[in-house]
Structures are given as C-alpha cells and as structure tokens.
C-alpha cells in the first residue's frame, strides 16, 4: 500500500515520509522513534545525540561556499496523534501506518496519517541525507511529546543550540508563514459519586454519538464543527428526568475535536416511550443544525440485555449535565487585533464516568495571558459550583509575532518570487513549540512554514501531493538564501 507513496515526487522527501511511518510513534510512546532518528544520524557519520528528556539533535557541517552563513536549526517534532475511527482495527504502539493516495491527497487506511508533524521530519531527513542540496550548517531539532504536552520542547536546554533561526515546518498550509501561536493550558475538573443500585422493572439502551469530522482543537475550531461530548450530553439533558446514568466515554485526546462518544443509561419501563420519543426529537433538532457540518453524525439508542450494575445517583447526575452544558465549548474570544484569529477557545476534549468517578479533560489555549487566565476561572467556576475539584496545569506559553524578523524578510520575498504572490503572514490559534523553545533561546529568530494538511489529529487527515512539490521548492530556496554571519 505505501509504495505508492515512495513514487511520489519528491521522491526523496516521500520516502522519508514512508519509512519514518512504519514506526510506531505515538505520543509519550516515543522510543522507537527515538532509536530510529538515532541510528539514521548515525549511519550517515553525523554527529547525533539524545538529550535528557528524549529530543534527538542532529549536525550536518554548512556545504561548500555556504559556511559563512547563520547556523539554522531545522525543528520539527516526532510525535503522531493517535485516532482511529471506531470500526478500524489498528494497534499504533505496534502497527506503521497503512497509506494510500487518493486522487491528489495521501491519506491513511481508517487512522490518522503523521502528516503531522511526519512531513517535518521527513524534510530534514532528505536534507541531511543528501549530498547535493546546498545548505548553510544545520542542526536538527527533533523534538518528542508534542501533541500531548510539548514536553520535549519544555525539556529542552538553553546551550544545547548554537543556531541563530529556527526554521518550525509545522505550519498546515503551504501558503501561510508563521509567526506567532496560542499558548495553551489543561483543565481537568473531577468529582466523585455515589453508585446506587439498578431500578427494578427496566430497559438498558447503550446511547451513541458518532461520525463527527473532530480535527484539530485549535486550528479546526473556529469552524463551528460537532462536540460529540456536547452533543451527548445535550441528549442527556433531554431524557435527564427519564434516566438512570450507568456510564460515559466520550472523546479520546486533549487536542482533538472529539467524534464520538458512547452513554450506557437505564429506562423505567414506564418511561421508554417517553425515552425514545425524547431521543428522536432531539436528535432530530441536532442533525438538522449540524447538517451542513457533520454529514455524517449519526446519534443513536440501541437496546441492549446487558444490565449494569449500578448507575449514578440523581444529585451526580444532575450536577455532571448541568456542569456540561454550562460549560464554555469553542470560540470564547476572536482577537481584536488580527482579523479571522481566534483569540481563546476552549475544547471540552474528553469525558469519563465510571465506578464512582467523572473526569472532565479540556484544553484552553489563547495568545493572550489575560484571556486564557479569564477563560480557566469562567470554567473553575462552572464545575465548582457543581461540585468538582478543578486544575488548571501544564501551562505552555504562546508565540509572539516579530513583524521585524530578519528570516520572515528572506521568506516573504522568496515566497513571492517563486509562487508570484504575497504569502499570508500569519498567527495561528494551535500551540507550536517555538514559544516553548524561545524562553531558553530568546535571540533565535524564529519562523514556521509547511505544507497543506487537511483534517489533523482526525482519521480525515491528508497531506496535499502539489502542495508538498510547492513546499519542496520553497525550502531549497531557503536554505540557499539563509543570511550571512
């Protein structure tokens, strides 16, 4: 399947791509990976080491003619999100992933791609491998646990670099040059429970949310798209008066948009009807919102023999959908400043109930250190007054934007001289390492470009075949334009 994938022009930029996806690199589980980056250093005699938190540097001298030039450090992290869609059978602490191309775009078989932030790390890889593409003197930053708390990058030391500009190759598309991003915080909000025997005389019906887009929590949010977390519980809130809640589970990481979510509830036989009845009008209600979004929502009550245990109690349960559908989901702020940017956002990324205990996981981000602040007590305050313990933690800071910066002049002039038109120099609203990086490295200049990727952090992901050529271009063009020392 992922031969296909190794004809692809550039070839040498592909096979990269493909032989860095046959490694199973999730986040936190990133030490095949890590070995892999490291004997590909290696065999090729460069110098490669391993920091102390797992970051693989790698150096390649400046070619020939080009050694006057500012040492750049080329970045990009080796970490994947790991979605699957609920029918594919996939193990990615064991499994590559499976490619294929589909008319312009590469996708994967049933998973998310690794395109994110794979492309980087295949771009430095066909650079340090080759003998023929001049380039000033690199050191490679490949960083780990990007997509799950940017760990790497915050464990990383000052001293450990001597590169004057940081090139990031995570930005998602090949048109935009990057040069600021939302910092962001994790909100978890717990509470416990008091579990009460199941009602005699019942009905069990396993509730189900299911074929939302999900995607990117910061960059895909200002699209409005399905919250399958605040989808179900609006559900819930329908029937609240007509259920016993067993259990929960919905979403699956921090950082995505969540598509699905699954509801274990116990019907009094006198209230089915009234049950169904509520479920089909309210699901009918929220397709019809979402239909122009979310084709593919599918909102169903099946019923099942299987009886729980125990549900929750009426106080727990009403305290968790009351938090729920009071708390902030989405655009909390657009900036003022940059026009289509959105300021602050919050997603309400994954919820669990079960055996006594509910956990509420969000991730907050913002460019601004007032706003964020603002958005985590507007959210403390909801889930304390239902009764929850609330943390706010792993805290990353933003990006801020240099309008002067010497490396955004060299890319927006090659830009348009080889594409004829003016890049979109831009902030984004996701979390990229270079604010991160920046606090230990305050004098590097710091820029971020990539390809086009659709659908990050989804199954949907894609990588656009023309638009990596595009991108192919624009960095051999960067590299022999890098300024002097």
């Not at 509420?360 to 889930?383: G, H, M, P, Y």
Request: with cysteine; net charge negative; charged share 25%.
């Amino acid at each position: 399947m992922n031969e296909a994938i190794r004809n692809l022009e550039p070839k040498t930029l592909w096979n990269k791509f493909a032989d860095l996806n046959a490694v199973p690199r999730p986040s936190k589980k990133e030490e095949r990976v890590i070995a892999f980056m490291k004997a590909f250093g290696n065999n090729l005699g460069l110098e490669t080491m391993e920091d102390s938190v797992g970051n693989v540097i790698i150096r390649k001298p400046a070619t020939t003619g080009l050694e006057d030039r500012m040492t750049i450090v080329m970045q990009s992290h080796l970490d994947m999100v790991h979605q699957k869609n609920s029918d594919t059978i996939f193990d990615f602490d064991t499994q590559g992933i499976e490619m294929y191309v589909d008319g312009g775009w590469v996708r994967a078989n049933g998973t998310t791609l690794g395109a994110d932030n794979g492309l980087g790390v295949a771009t430095i890889m066909a650079i340090l491998e080759s003998d023929s593409i001049a380039h000033p003197a690199i050191e490679a930053l490949f960083t780990i646990d990007e997509e799950t708390g940017m760990t790497g990058a915050m464990g990383l030391k000052g001293g450990l670099l001597t590169g004057d500009i940081l090139l990031n190759l995570d930005t998602e598309e090949d048109d935009e040059i990057g040069v600021g991003c939302a910092g962001g915080v994790d909100v978890t909000a717990n509470r416990s429970y008091t579990e009460i025997d199941v009602p005699a005389n019942v009905e069990v019906y396993n509730v189900s949310v299911k074929g939302l887009q999900g995607g990117h929590s910061g960059m895909d949010i200002i699209k409005g798209l399905g919250n399958a977390n605040k989808i179900m519980n609006r559900l819930l809130y329908a029937v609240k008066d007509l259920i016993h809640l067993s259990e929960l589970k919905g979403g699956s990481l921090r950082n995505a948009i969540p598509r699905e979510s699954s509801a274990t509830v116990v019907v009094p036989n006198d209230e089915v009807a009234a049950f169904l009845s509520e479920v089909k009008k309210t699901t009918e209600a929220i397709t019809s919102e979402y239909k122009s979004l979310e084709s593919n929502l599918s909102i169903t009550a099946q019923k099942t023999d299987t009886i729980p245990e125990k549900v929750m109690d009426a106080s727990g349960q009403k305290a968790l959908i009351n938090a729920i559908y009071a708390a902030h989901n989405g655009v909390y702020r657009m900036s003022p400043a940059i026009e289509d940017l959105v300021e602050t956002s919050n997603n309400i990324a994954k919820i669990t109930v079960q055996n006594s205990e509910i956990k509420v996981e969000c991730l907050s981000r913002s460019s601004v250190k007032s706003s964020i602040d603002d958005l985590v007590q507007t959210l403390a305050a909801v889930f304390e007054m239902a009764g929850f313990e609330v943390a706010a933690t792993g805290e990353y800071p933003g990006w801020t934007p240099n309008m002067d910066s010497d490396i955004l002049k060299v890319l927006d002039t090659l830009y348009e001289k080889i594409n004829g038109k003016k890049a979109h120099v831009a902030a984004c609203h996701a979390g990229l390492e270079c604010g991160i990086l920046g606090q230990n490295y305050p004098n590097m200049d710091m820029i971020s470009f990539g390809p086009t990727i659709k659908g990050a952090h989804s199954p949907d992901e894609r990588a656009s075949i023309s638009s990596v050529q595009k991108y192919w271009k624009f960095v051999l063009a960067i590299l022999e334009d890098i300024p002097g020392k």
